[in-house]
């Protein structure tokens, strides 16, 4: 639970602004709790909250990615998970070629912005076509 606590005290009064407008209510009561009070010690009122979120100065470099493009945190985590199979074969093509098959996700850890998912990102046209050369060329 502390690990919350330092994790909001850590943020700035903008970055604090967009956790509660895009990820307070995925949060559970303890969490949402803390959120609260971290607002009250910090004095935000509602008003200012909206007004942090929508007067955001972001507008740099969204080429970075360093740097949420949403909020403007670097408050980033990056996570190697395992790549989704879209169909069958291609599951089967990489139990066989011995891939990992592990991709990067990219996630803004402040406002949940995904900078970078492979998983999603990827066009099940894409996986068809490599999946055919895949089996040409056995
Ligand atoms: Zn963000």
Redesign the pocket.
Known sequence: MSGVREFLKSLSDRELA?LIK?KYSGYLNNSKKLILEEVDERGLSNLALSKLVKDSPFGGDVSSLNQ??????FKLSTVSELKKFTGRMEAIGYIFSGKSGKVEKTE?L????VLSDPNRDREVKFDWVERVFRRKKK
């Open positions: 967009f895009f949420c493009m949403r909020c403007g945190s803004c402040v406002c949940g912005y």
